[in-house]
Nanobody
Framework: QVSLVESGGGLVQAGGSLRLSCAAS????????MGWFRQAPGKEREFVAA????????YYADSVKGRFTISTDNAKNTVYLQMNSLKREDTAVYYC?????????????????WGQGTQVTVSS
């Protein structure tokens, strides 16, 4: 079993920045890819970014490309999401997820473990 705990959410003005963290514990060696998803009120959960623990390529939704950066600290079993130039439409609950497959997926159904989520609210 793998446990994921997100932190770093909060209220920020449009144009501001936040950094989300996701600490993984348990059988983390069984996971190969880490992802961030978000869900706004009344909307479906959507892909934000993903990265393999092994490093290499990163993957982003078009809506956040150039503004968000995903990264990992393998020594700390932690994945980060640096969010810059935030917009009101970035307001959502952000979830960290782990996939046991080495293939990077953008569909939430492929991810095996999920955190509890952290709220990000961007005000105008």
């Amino acid at each position: 079993q793998v446990s994921l705990v997100e932190s770093g959410g909060g209220l920020v003005q449009a144009g501001g920045s936040l950094r989300l963290s996701c600490a993984a514990s348990g059988r983390t060696f069984s996971t190969k890819v880490m992802g961030w998803f978000r869900q706004a009120p009344g909307k479906e959960r959507e892909f934000v970014a993903a990265i393999p623990w092994s490093g290499g390529s990163t993957y982003y939704a078009d809506s956040v490309k150039g503004r968000f950066t995903i990264s990992t600290d393998n020594a700390k079993n932690t994945v980060y999401l640096q969010m810059n130039s935030l917009k009101r439409e970035d307001t959502a609950v952000y979830y960290c997820a782990a996939d046991r497959s080495a293939v990077v997926h953008m569909a939430s159904a492929f991810y095996d473990y999920w955190g509890q989520g952290t709220q990000v609210t961007v005000s105008s």
